[in-house]
C-alpha cells in the first residue's frame, strides 16, 4: 500500500506503525495512551495537499490502527449526559478533588471505575473554556445517582451557558477508551 500521510511517502510507513504498536501488547497502559494520541492527532491536525490512494487517509489510519490493537484499546459506547455547575450543586466530585470543566466526567463506578482517564473521540477538537482546543482526555472523579451502566455524564462548566459546545453529543452514544489511571485530583 502506498500512502501519502501528512506528506510522508513509502510503501511502509503506516505498516510498520501499525506492526509495532502491535508487538509491544505486553506494555498495556503506555500503549493505549500513545494509541489515544495518535487517534487525537489523526483527527486535530489538517490533512495536507498530498494525495492518497483513499479519499479519506486519516479515516482509514484509525481504522487499521483500531482493528489491529483492539485487543489493547477496547473502547464502547456510552450515552451521554451533560451537566454545570451553579445553584446548589457543590464544587467537588466524590473524590472531593474540584470539578474541572470539560474535564470531569461522572461515572457509574461498576463499568466504568473512578480514577480513570478516558479518551472520548468525539470531544477532540471542542473549544475549551481556556480558548485551546479539547485533546479527547477526561477524568473518571465523579458519580452520580442518575449514572447507571451504559452512561456517561460530561461536566460543561458553571451555568447553563457552558453546555453549547457539547449540546451537540446531549443523549448520543459516544466512543469512550479507558487510558490509564490517575491518582489524587485530575489536573485542569
Known amino acids: 500500500m502506498k500512502a501519502a500521510f501528512f506528506g510522508l ?3 511502509t510507513v503506516l505498516d510498520r506503525t501499525v506492526s509495532a504498536l502491535a508487538d ?3 506494555m498495556g497502559g503506555r500503549v493505549k495512551r500513545i494509541l489515544a494520541g495518535l487517534a487525537a492527532l489523526a483527527v486535530i491536525l489538517p490533512t495536507t495537499g498530498a494525495s492518497a490512494e483513499t479519499s479519506d487517509p ?5 481504522a487499521k490502527v483500531a482493528a489491529t490493537v483492539q485487543p489493547i484499546l477496547a473502547t464502547f459506547g456510552l450515552k451521554a449526559t451533560l451537566y454545570h455547575g451553579g445553584g446548589r450543586m457543590s464544587d467537588r466530585d466524590s473524590l472531593g478533588c474540584k470539578v474541572v470543566p470539560m474535564r470531569t466526567a461522572a461515572v457509574d463506578g461498576v463499568a466504568v471505575r473512578r480514577h480513570q482517564v478516558l479518551f472520548i473521540k468525539e470531544t477532540v477538537g471542542l473549544p475549551m473554556p481556556d480558548g485551546r482546543r479539547h485533546d479527547g482526555y477526561w477524568y473518571a472523579s465523579d458519580v452520580g445517582g442518575a449514572i447507571h451502566r451504559g452512561r456517561i455524564d460530561l461536566f460543561t462548566g458553571s451555568g447553563a451557558a457552558s453546555m453549547g459546545p457539547l449540546m451537540p453529543l446531549n443523549l448520543t452514544t459516544l466512543t469512550v477508551a479507558e487510558v490509564g489511571l490517575f491518582q489524587g485530583c485530575p489536573r485542569a
Not at 486519516?58 to 484509525?62: E, H
Open 9 to 11: 511517502r513509502g510503501p
Open 24 to 26: 509491544a501488547k505486553q
Open 58 to 62: 486519516i479515516g482509514d489510519l484509525i
